[in-house]
């Protein structure tokens, strides 16, 4: 995702921006660059790493003492040179850094270019210089606040002109920004991270805000131009809880930045009506419709993704759909025929079995997409199709934002299909859409009930086994809670089907044995509701992750952990939230590397 950078003050803005870049980086990028005004303003930047950037500016240098920064993470055009931040208006005299995409970029270019505007690059980002300059009219404020009015998405705009030295204006909806407040200096930045070396106190910009910049401070209000009372945040982390944002682990910072991966994978790619437009997913629509097979390969947590997408893909387009391990497939022999689509899945886009599978498939005539998280990896460039899932950098090795970021994408990817073959007709689409667009709020309302999660892990920190229960799309998750449990608390605990307790596994269940059941699927409620009641005939306690609204489960379950009512297809991605929290909570009590558990790598790039 990209990053931010703003300075204004005494210094030389050219170093300050480069080195708050560099502190952005692990968000990933593949561009940099900064703009610097002087009277008039100059931009250096190029594709690839920072470093890049630093030569140019040795062999260019720029002075002054305003100027804005950015890593690129591509999303409207590939990554080179001319698509790199920042973007300048054809006059070079509004210069603008974005993060986030600006959703009606295609309209807006067509308007503009029929007024008779050029753009240099494929950006989205391009329009909102042009857009800034066309309705400047001696006061920045106000040509910004007319030009974001236009534009639809999700943004962190920061713009400056020659025409006001020494003073920047930015804005933000949805995605991050900050002010850092120094002496007689200021700075704007992605997250606080950035400058934390400089100032340890900050103003956050919240969504719908417009922030004005200067040496002496800055001053935010509304997008519509009321006055916003901001207390100064005063941050207090040591170096190394910076880098994680603040939490303790990057575990939970990649747990909490779920709302916004959700937004992020969704931005620009779903209307309300559920029409969904994925840039590199490039099959035509007879591709779709005469599709007769899905395979989905993938490894760990991106095949518990899988499992979600098989039944995705199984009731919405009733395609028949296998998931497979990948290390087995490869060696499966697997007997792919007819128009098929194989789907590799996989956060790294480097992990050596998913590579192998994709290229059997491929290699057996089975069109093959990418669903992945790094642009340019390898899955990514030798697949006909690329599916994005811009959950932004994971460092955890316990993946969290990007499996539930997998989920949107086969969602997303359902409708792309479903809507061509006319498997998904308008009131579906609609629903599914909805559910996506209303998805982050419902993260982030079970993020609010961390507390609670934390407390049911005290009853688990030292259990033998533990098991988790569901059926359907509730099993697929169960899949999934169970893998993060073991992954990082180091307790034995397994998954299986509900129905399938009772022909083994049952037996091990005794008094006080913990049992999690995921149970939000109203077509197989009782059926589950059935394995609970064989777990606590037994006097095993049981943990369920439920709708908050059910209050039959109330009845059953020792412990309850609530998620929002969602629509059943969608069900399964708020009700991973709890369990991932469960085991960062497990884990954090019995006092592991949560980060990097022991004996696991987060790429797997050999067999
Ligand atoms: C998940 O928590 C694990 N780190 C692991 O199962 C992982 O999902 C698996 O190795 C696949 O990785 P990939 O998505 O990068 O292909």
Partial sequence: MCGIMGYVGPREAAPVLLDG??????????????????????????????DRLGALLEAAPLAGTAGIGHTRWATHGEPNDVNAHPHSDPSGEFVVVHNGIIENFSRLRDELGAEGHDFASDTDSEILAHLVSRHYDGDLVAAVRLAVARAEGAYALVVMTSHEPGRIVAVRRISPLVVGLGDGETFLASDIPA???????????????????????????????????????????????????????????????????????????????????LEDVRFDDAFAAELDRIWVAACGTAYHAGLVGREIFQRILRIPTSVEYAHEMRYGD????????????????ETADTLAAARLAAGRGSRLLALTNVVGSTLSREAADVLYTRAGPEVSVASTKA?????VGQYLLALRIGRARHAVDAELAKRIGHGLHVLPGQVESVLGNEAQVAAAAESLVDADDIYFIGRGLDYAVAMEGSLKLKEISYLHSEAMPAGELKHGTLALVTRGTPVV???????????????????????????????EDDDEILRHADTVLGIPRADDLLGPVCAVVPLQLLAYHVAKLRGHDIDQPRNLAKSVTVE
């Fill in 21 to 50: 870049l560099r502190r952005l980086e692990y968000r990933g990028y593949d561009s940099a660059g900064i703009a610097v005004a002087n009277g008039a303003i100059s931009v250096r930047k190029a594709e690839g790493k920072i």
């Fill in 195 to 277: 400058v934390l070396h400089h100032t340890r106190d900050f103003l956050v910009v919240e969504d719908g805000e417009l922030v004005v910049v200067t040496a002496d401070g800055a001053v935010i209000e509304t997008i519509e131009g009321e006055a916003v009372e901001r207390d100064v945040l005063r941050v207090e982390w040591d170096a190394e809880r910076a880098e994680k944002g603040g939490y303790d682990h990057f575990m939970l910072k990649e747990i909490y930045e779920q709302p916004a991966v959700v937004t992020e994978t969704v931005a620009g790619r779903l209307d309300a009506e559920g029409s969904v437009w």
């Fill in 334 to 349: 697997p007997i792919i025929t007819g128009s098929s689509l194989t789907v590799a899945i996989s956060q790294s886009g």
């Fill in 403 to 407: 499996y539930l970021a997998m989920l």
């Fill in 517 to 547: 059941v995921v149970i939000t699927q109203g077509a197989v409620y009782d059926k589950t509701l059935s394995a609970v009641q064989e777990v606590k005939a037994r006097g095993g306690r049981v943990i369920a992750v439920a709708y």
